[in-house]
């Protein structure tokens, strides 16, 4: 069940991303997580919304190019060590992590929330799931 | 199966066409040296006399006429009729300088609309056909020349000019028109207005484009006739000869027929005036055998192609001249290399970018710089950084050995290059303004 996250291209200059988030303001779309690649040129938004699929209507209609990623997103103890054992669980499984950032928001008190986006979702989800570790959905999200 | 509008002359022996030529070309030279005080003056210049030029053999002994002279003759310098018999006037877009203005009498728009109906006859067009003409009316050639021709073939025409595109596709759509005539990059745009209304190839009735007045490559045509369902044929004139239907594709797509009983087509050293031999690539100069009113002798078209006499599976025996492959005047030279715009759109359209595109030349330090903005498309966006980069330096990588010179390629948002509705606007040369 993993959540999609819409990465977004951008020109890599003023105004572009306040325009972006303008549009999605416009809509009453709420941001759960962002984070921005960039290169001289362009740049690429990634997003978690509360309402993924009227967040990508919104952007299509303004023009926007933007695709649907899934993405693994995980409750992890805000303590030392916490981000080892999920990274540890992912490299036993042979699983690659492209990039992750971080949730603005966390669930409940003294964990992070990490996304993670990695070359195999469903290997993922299965490594994390045998050491019982919570996996967020699509509805979870929403209703943070 | 290929159509024709008039068989006898289209698909005359390559005898008859030459003995046409040099009996037409003496009658021409004696009207001109009659009536075009302007071009007598430059044959006596160069000593050369009506009587001379006894076959298209002696056409090289005739001086060139080139833009500048037209300039310099305007409005009425080169006029050849009487005002009393001139019946109307066409003028070019003016990209580059003072405006040129050509006329014509009745019988030079007649026959210019018989040179058109050829090009859409050419296309598979029929008077049972409705042909939308989205060229601008007006002083450009482009929407009364096709119209005349559409007209005279007997098809149902459609004058929606150039604009308002959702009102095109609207008449598109409600009239089922079968035939389209307009630039190759309103086409462009209108099928991808059309995607955006949710519109594909099957939900219209177009079957053939007439597309010219602007230099596109083979990879567009291909884009346009996957994402119209049409086929996609060129076009080529001038104002100055008349305007679209000097030359035009058959059922081969590969190379436009000269209305050879029209017009004499040479091809020559651009530096040297020399002619070349057939084959050869060189500026291209065109004689006009029976207009009028705006009679050019051996005018130089600036435009860079080839010409050949080869059977064509169509049957026409006109001469063809291969798409061009930029105007001299369209050739940027960057850091001393020449440059044509037609190369980069084939290396963009090779690595799956749209024919959409801007040229920015600027110098910096003493130094030309070339900026290539392209869109980014859905198909080519991917969440991955190192992809779309990659992709980015494949391009810059067939930039350069197509080019020879380093381009930087600016992937920009989707529809931020403006997009035109008659010659698209694909240069803009900063230096100019530091000259």
Same mark, same amino acid.
């Given at each position: ?144 | ?56 053999? =002696? ?201 050879? =009983? ?99 030349? =600027? ?7 070339? =900026? ?64």
């Amino acid at each position: 069940m993993s959540v999609k996250q819409l990465s977004i291209f951008l020109e890599n200059k003023p105004g572009t991303l306040q325009e972006m988030t303008q549009k999605l303001s416009d809509h009453q779309i709420d941001l759960r997580a962002l984070s921005l690649a960039e290169t001289e040129g362009f740049g690429i938004c990634r997003i978690i919304v509360n309402d993924v699929y009227e967040a990508a209507t919104v952007l299509k209609d303004e023009g926007y190019i933007c695709r649907m990623i899934p993405v693994v997103v995980v409750p992890i103890p805000d303590e030392p060590g916490g981000l080892n054992r999920v990274l540890q669980m992912f490299k036993a499984a042979s699983v690659n992590v492209e990039y992750m950032y971080a949730m603005l928001d966390a669930p409940e008190d003294h964990s992070a929330t990490m996304i993670f986006k990695v070359d195999d979702v469903k290997a993922a989800e299965k490594a994390l799931r045998a050491h019982d570790l919570i996996i967020l959905t699509q509805d979870e999200i929403a209703d943070m | 199966m290929s159509q024709y509008f008039q068989k006898e002359i289209e698909c005359a022996s390559r005898n008859e066409i030459e003995n046409l030529q040099n009996e037409k070309l003496v009658k021409q030279v004696q009207h001109v040296w009659d009536n075009v005080p302007y071009y007598r003056k430059k044959m006596e210049q160069k000593g050369v006399k009506p009587e001379d030029i006894r076959s298209t053999k =002696d056409l090289y002994k005739l001086p060139f006429i080139s833009k500048a002279d037209l300039r310099e003759s305007y409005p009425y310098g080169l006029l050849g009729a009487p005002l009393k018999d001139c019946v109307r006037i066409h003028s070019t877009s003016g990209t580059t300088g003072k405006r040129v203005v050509a006329f014509y009498t009745q019988e030079d728009l007649d026959l210019w609309s018989d040179c058109c109906a050829r090009a859409l006859a050419a296309a598979g067009t029929t008077p049972e056909d409705v042909v939308q003409i989205s060229y601008g009316y007006g002083l450009f050639t482009g929407g009364m020349g096709l119209h005349g021709g559409s007209e005279k073939l007997g098809s149902l025409t459609v004058p929606t000019s150039s604009g308002n595109t959702e009102r095109q596709i609207m008449f598109i759509q409600d009239l089922k028109a079968t035939v389209l005539c307009c630039t190759p990059s309103y086409a462009a745009y209108l099928a991808e207005t059309m995607k955006g209304m949710g519109l594909g190839p099957e939900d219209i009735s177009l079957k053939a484009g007439i597309l010219g007045a602007e230099a596109w490559t083979k990879e567009m045509r291909d884009d346009i006739e996957a994402t119209l369902g049409i086929k996609a044929y060129d076009i080529y004139g001038l104002t100055e000869l008349s305007g679209p239907g000097v030359a035009y594709d058959c059922s081969a797509q590969d190379g436009m027929h000269i209305n050879e =009983d029209h017009f004499i087509a040479e091809i020559i050293d651009p530096e040297t005036g020399e002619v070349l031999p057939e084959g050869s690539e060189g500026e291209l100069v065109f004689t006009s055998l029976d207009k009028k009113a705006f009679p050019l002798l051996r005018y130089r078209t600036r435009d860079i192609c080839s010409l050949s006499t080869k059977p064509c599976s169509c049957g026409r025996t006109f001469m063809k001249m291969c798409k061009p492959r930029g105007r001299t005047d369209d050739m940027l030279i960057i850091r001393g290399v020449n440059v044509f715009p037609s190369q980069i759109e084939t290396v963009l359209m090779n690595n799956g970018y749209p024919a959409n595109y801007q040229l920015v030349v =600027d110098r910096v330090n003493n130094s030309d710089t070339l =900026d290539i903005l392209v869109e980014m498309t859905p198909e080519m966006f991917t969440d991955n950084v190192g992809e779309v980069s990659r992709r980015q330096k494949d391009l810059v990588a067939d930039l350069k050995s197509m080019l020879g010179i380093k381009a930087n390629v600016k992937l920009v948002a989707p529809r931020t290059i403006p997009r035109s509705e008659g010659k698209a606007v694909r240069v803009i040369d900063k230096r100019k303004l530091l000259d």
